[in-house]
């Protein structure tokens, strides 16, 4: 199924802007969304003659908004790639990202290409495909979206939708969004970090996403007359699919442009929303706010997932916003959602705190040991998982699909990494991982790419980043660095350093200048014991 197929056209609210006070119907989406698509089908469009041969591929570089939702759509159900990118992200890695995806545009915020120390565009302008830099802006006098695409290297406009109308092909009406998006085409490529360190290529489907879309509505009833506080950002999964499970729905989404725990009452108390869902983090920046007596009981229920939630912040969520709180287990790869907990009365496994639920819909999970086989409940393996959610498999990387993918009984499963057992009544429980990735409050970081960056200051013979336990985001960064001969450096000075190199949620939070690294008889560091070794392994 493709995504304009699951979004209907109707007058009901769709989305609202808490920042403009706007609120759009899915009728006025809908011609944002066809006017939006222009940028492809518009025959003076400089990107129309350039996807004639193949999908187009889109990079954004967005908050939270309007302009993002309709690219999105705009991008998917006209048959192109959209990869929504972290704005706080540094010119080198937006360099390596665009350069690795062959990006032909990057959408930005409207005067982006005037801002002279602009990471995003001085890194589109050197990135090997001279992407096309198209800005974005609402204009509330046409309640329109409208564009300009500049050229990369001289950023000339080429195009203005205000000004280059001909050519533009007649409105279609019909009951869905518009677009000729195939069930198999690539809708969504998103960066997952490795243990390698490079971060591999996840292409989702229209059919892995949509998948994903309905076995969340599924999971949690949703409806039309519900309505969605937008908390995670835009350019994850659990966002994205978070809001377009809404939206198939029927229901609205409030999206604010960031989270801000200051506007979370103020914003339940004036657009009334019945749902949410974050990481832990989130949660326990939430409890740190005392909630309004008349707003207690408000909320249908919290939905947590992407990193595991203390029972204790369970159990006080609960407690505080009286309504229950359901967890839940999702990925990349899996286009989001893999097992939930069922909400209280809605399904025969009640939920249980400390479990992330059963599997969902059309997924399906199975517990393997090192050798592939199956293990019973409560046997802790591996987490591996199939479904038509799945991805097919990783862009230009067949040594992680042969790694990360099997068959099994005629179906294709990805092992995921994580380990788990089900419980007796058949709920996953998970504990911890294979891979060294670092879970920040839902960000998954890879600590060798940290490495990388580290070693390559002058002043440093050798290092290794490693995750610790944290209350407030679940792991926090911590990095060990021996210095070369006859140099000295700070914690500070390197700090400092690292700012210009790495987005700021990947900079190490505790830093250890020694004389040496414990290492095996091999030689190697033990990543996974480093923690330990600095006396970071105690409760928090």
């Known amino acids: ?124 302008r050197a990135s090997p495909t001279n992407p096309f830099i198209i800005e974005i802006w609402y204009d509330a006098a046409r309640s329109l979206l409208q564009y300009e695409i500049f050229h990369a290297q001289t950023l000339a406009s080429m195009y203005n939708s205000v000004i280059d109308k001909s050519g533009l092909p007649p409105e279609q009406p019909g009951n869905h969004m518009p677009g000729l998006a195939k069930n198999s085409d690539i809708a969504l490529i998103l960066f997952t970090s490795g243990t390698t360190g490079k971060a591999k290529k996840v292409p989702l489907t229209n059919s892995n996403l949509t998948s994903s879309m309905i076995n969340i509505i599924k999971s949690y009833k949703l409806r039309s007359r519900d309505r969605n506080y937008v908390i995670m950002p835009l350019f994850h999964i659990h966002g994205l699919q978070v ?11 409030v999206v604010p442009n960031r989270f801000s725990a200051s506007m979370f009452y103020p914003h339940l108390r004036e657009w009334n929303f019945s749902w949410y869902s974050a990481v832990p983090t989130i949660h326990i920046i939430l409890l740190n706010r005392r909630l309004p007596k008349e707003l207690k ?38 286009s989001h959602q893999v097992t939930s907990n ?13 479990t992330v639920g059963i599997p969902q819909g059309s997924v399906e999970v199975i517990i393997i040991d090192e050798n592939q086989a199956t293990l019973n409940k409560c046997q802790v393996g591996q987490i591996a998982i199939s479904g038509p959610n799945v991805t097919l498999g990783y862009l230009q990387n ?23 057992m089900f419980d007796n009544e058949g709920r996953l429980v998970l504990k911890g991982r294979i891979k060294e990735i670092i879970n920040k409050g839902g960000e998954k ?18 290092c290794v980043s490693f995750g610790y336990p944290d209350k407030k985001y679940g792991e926090n960064i911590g990095c060990g660095i021996v ?46 014991l480093m923690s330990q070794i600095f006396g970071l392994e105690a409760k928090v």
Not at 314 to 326: A, H, K, Q, R
Not at 400 to 412: V, Y
Not at 445 to 462: A, N
Not at 497 to 520: C, N
């Open 1 to 124: 199924m493709s995504l304009q197929s699951l979004i209907q056209v109707s007058n009901k609210t769709a989305v609202i802007v808490p920042e403009s006070k706007l609120e759009l119907s899915y009728s006025q989406l809908n011609i944002i969304v066809y006017h939006l698509q222009s940028i492809f089908t518009n025959s003076v469009s400089p990107l129309t003659d350039k996807g004639s041969q193949k999908q187009l591929r889109i990079a954004t570089c967005l908050p939270n908004g309007l302009e993002l939702i309709a690219s999105f759509l705009a991008i998917t159900t006209a048959g192109n790639v959209i990869t929504p990118l972290n704005p706080k992200y540094t010119r080198s890695e937006f360099l390596s990202y665009l350069s690795d995806l062959e990006t032909d545009a990057v959408i930005v915020p409207r005067y982006g290409h005037l801002k002279p120390d602009s990471e995003i565009v001085s890194a589109a």
């Open 243 to 253: 809001l377009l499970a809404s939206l198939a729905s029927q229901g609205s989404v």
């Open 297 to 334: 009981g408000k909320l249908r229920f919290i939905r947590s997932c992407s990193s595991s939630l203390p029972p204790t912040v369970f159990t006080e969520l609960e407690s505080n916003f009286g309504c229950p709180v359901v967890e839940a287990y999702g990925m990349t790869e899996a």
């Open 342 to 354: 069922n909400i209280p009365f809605h399904g025969k496994i009640s939920r249980k705190a400390g």
């Open 398 to 420: 067949e040594t992680a699909n042969k790694e990360s993918f099997f068959n099994f009984q005629g179906k294709r499963f990805f092992k995921t990494g994580d380990l788990g």
């Open 445 to 462: 970081i890879s600590p060798v790419e940290i490495d990388s960056v580290v070693s390559s200051h002058e002043k440093v013979k050798e």
């Open 483 to 528: 210095c070369k001969n006859g140099a000295s450096l700070t914690e500070s000075e390197l700090t400092s350093w690292l700012q210009d190199r790495l987005a700021s949620f990947k900079l190490p939070q505790k830093i250890y200048i020694v004389q040496e690294l414990p290492k095996s008889p091999t030689g190697k560091i033990n990543r996974r």
